[in-house]
């Protein structure tokens, strides 16, 4: 038992170290207060929830479509463009920094992380090594597939598409559409010039849509 809280006394000083009391007030409010709205159907609960992390996102410029079940850790190092749209049981964990451009996409159980345990020290057990932040990046246009996973460290292009169940290990090309386990280019996307036909098609979302 001893040993126990010991172990519990170590994590908790470690972490209060990697995590300033300003940051720690956001983790906070994203623990208590996004449980509370993360369930809440309708167009009450995108705006709410909206308004939760329009205060908690390092930046963001514009509306974003947070669908009921998702789960965002670390707020304080998301910044995130236009019309983001984060679908049902996706986990974002902005810990090292995580940035999106404009028109996102997120399907369902995605998870996107941007840091990692250390495990550099073998004299060390993992579990008291600590944080490695490895940022992320997003680019605009991406649309990210059901149950894909994006690892530390990655940039995701302008135009990428990943399929769903990929396992992003390594940065993507414009345009790309990457697939597997780990991810690799399996095809690419058409490109149209600024205001071409694509641009015109396009439309706002709506909170019944679902981006997956």
């Known amino acids: 038992m001893v040993a126990e809280r010991q172990t519990f ?28 709205l993360r369930s809440l159907p309708g167009v009450e609960g995108f705006a709410l929830r909206y308004l939760l992390y329009r205060g908690l996102f390092e930046r963001l410029d514009g509306f974003c479509y947070v669908y009921p079940g998702a789960r965002l850790s670390h707020t304080y190092g998301i910044r995130a463009g236009r019309n983001l749209m984060i679908n049902a049981g996706a986990f974002l964990y902005g810990r090292g920094g995580l940035t999106f451009g404009d028109h996102v996409m997120i399907g369902p159980n995605v998870v996107i992380v941007s840091s990692q345990h250390r495990f550099d020290d073998p004299r060390i057990e993992m579990v008291f090594q600590g944080h490695k932040a490895d940022p992320v990046t997003i680019g605009s246009d991406v ?31 414009p345009y790309s559409i990457v697939g597997g386990v780990p991810a690799a280019k399996i095809g690419t996307r058409p490109r149209e010039a600024p205001g071409g036909p694509a641009a015109a098609r396009a439309t706002p979302p709506l909170p019944g849509d679902t981006p997956a």
């Open 9 to 36: 006394r170590q994590l908790i000083r470690n972490y209060l170290k990697s995590v300033p009391p300003r940051r720690l007030a956001k983790v906070f409010a994203e623990e208590y207060v996004g449980t509370l």
């Open 143 to 173: 649309w990210i597939g059901a149950n894909a996973v994006v690892l530390p460290g990655i940039t995701v292009a302008d135009g990428t598409v990943i399929s769903a169940g990929a396992v992003v290990t390594r940065d993507t090309e």
